[in-house]
């Protein structure tokens, strides 16, 4: 029904910044909040970034200043640009959406994840 495509994971040195996108796809009629969680190796998996259908945004407190999260809503698409990365970002990260789809109606669905490694 709905589809959720990360992108723009990888390696990367303390100090250095990567570009996440997530592409949302299939039967969408409309789509609210866009989300950016993590989860890293024996932890929780834990949110990141949000941003609502009207572009208010919200930020876990260890990446405020750092992350910026962004939409673009032609091409149902969440970015997340990350700045300064710190070996303590090293995570998978995960795309969430609250998504109401043609004829199945709100749902909330997860991309596969695409995994970020700060180390030098």
């Known amino acids: 029904q709905v589809q959720l495509v990360e992108s723009g994971g990888g390696l990367v040195q303390p100090g250095g910044s990567l570009r996440l996108s997530c592409a949302a796809s299939?039967?969408?009629?409309?789509?609210?909040?866009m989300n950016w969680y993590r989860q890293a190796p024996g932890k929780q998996r834990v949110l990141v970034a949000a941003?609502?259908?009207?572009?208010?945004?919200n930020y876990a407190d260890s990446v405020k200043g750092r992350f910026t999260i962004s939409r673009d809503y032609a091409k149902n698409t969440v970015y997340l640009q990350m700045n300064s990365l710190k070996p303590e970002d090293t995570a998978v990260y995960y795309c969430n959406a609250k998504v109401q789809a043609i004829v199945v109606g709100v749902g909330d669905y997860w991309g596969q994840g695409t995994q970020v490694t700060v180390s030098s």
């Open positions: 941003i609502t259908s009207g572009g208010n945004t």
């Open positions: 299939g039967n969408i009629f409309t789509i609210y909040t």
